[in-house]
């Protein structure tokens, strides 16, 4: 008899269902036990069928979640990198339009270059015979000076009451002429000095934009710093006591457009770096134990933060406000360094200044000389 069906009849009929129920071997009664005891069995199989069905369910289910949970995480991975790709898209979009605008302010710089040269070109004409007009003027005006001697004269021969003789007198000290006599000159000598200026800075400005033909040459590095310096006088001058230190050089193999760049872009930044009025250092020094020399330009500005020292070469990297910087200029410095197997060290400190030292080889290497004359 079936477990279960046993209970039945001993929970409804008692504990001695034999006592109750007929008595065994009753062909009725077995019949119906055993359809009751299979119609149990069946239940079983069907609760055991549904218990494994339960099971597979349950079981694809787990899977169904695992690969969800998969799919749910390669998601939200895909989604991570594709936010990240956006964030690196939208940096090389700011940097390729930065690098566009500083395309355009360097073709723009380059032209102003052209003008400057084409303009210094066409001031040297007037200046050459404002030049010589100035020298014969000084010429005209000895002859003046002694045509006024000779009057002078003539009035002191005169007797006190000649009318002529009271008439050169007169203009004699209306027209104060011992004072004509002394600041005459002067004014001459200084116009003088001021036109030998402007034919300097002219000069200066057509070496400085002279188109670079990228070659190397013998030079000496002393008079490219002094024309440097005359080019960026007006950016000083206001700025900084500028006090240079040239020591005796030899030839260096090297391009003087190229450094006097990077001797420009090194200067500038020190006047920038100067908030009021400050100084600035340039020197030259002959290092013939490593076969260099080194050009140093310090300022007493206010240095620059550790966090941005390894940053001041790279391009585009600019502290200054927006429109006062490129972020190109020691970048382009270092690069030009580089080039001539170089190299650029700075020493800084926050509110004491900074220290930048260009270390050039007298000699290049055969390979750059053999590729520059090439």
Known sequence: MHPLLERQIRRHLGEHPETVLPPPGDAA???????????????????????????????????????????LAERTETEEALQREKGEQAALITRLEDAKRQLLYSEKMASIGQLAAGVAHEINNPVGFVQSNINTLAGY????????DLLEEVAAGLPDDSPLGRKIRESCERYDLEFLRED????????????????????????????DEGKFAWIDLNPGIVST??????????KAEVITEL???????ANQNQLNQVFLNLLVNAAHAIKDKGVINVATRHLPESGEVCISIADTGAGIPPENLKRIFDPFFTTKPVGK???????????????????????????AGTLFQVFLPIHQPAATAAGQQA
């Open 29 to 71: 009664w077995e019949h119906l036990f055993n359809a009751i005891g299979e119609s149990y069995e069946q239940l079983d199989r069907d609760l055991l069928l549904r218990e494994q069905a339960l099971n597979l369910t349950s079981e694809e289910l787990n899977r169904r979640n695992d690969d969800l949970r998969r799919e």
């Open 141 to 148: 005006v000895e002859d003046l000076f002694a045509l006024t």
């Open 184 to 211: 005459v000159p002067k004014l001459l000598s200084e116009s003088r000095d001021g036109v030998s200026r402007v034919r300097k800075i002219v000069q200066d400005l057509r070496d400085f934009s002279h188109p």
């Open 229 to 238: 310096l005359n080019i960026v006088n007006n950016e000083l001058k206001y």
């Open 247 to 253: 020591g005796e050089l030899p030839l260096i193999e």
């Open 325 to 351: 910087g490129t972020g190109l200029g020691l970048s382009l410095s270092y690069g030009i360094v580089q080039k001539h197997h170089g190299r650029i060290e700075v020493d800084s400190q926050e509110r």
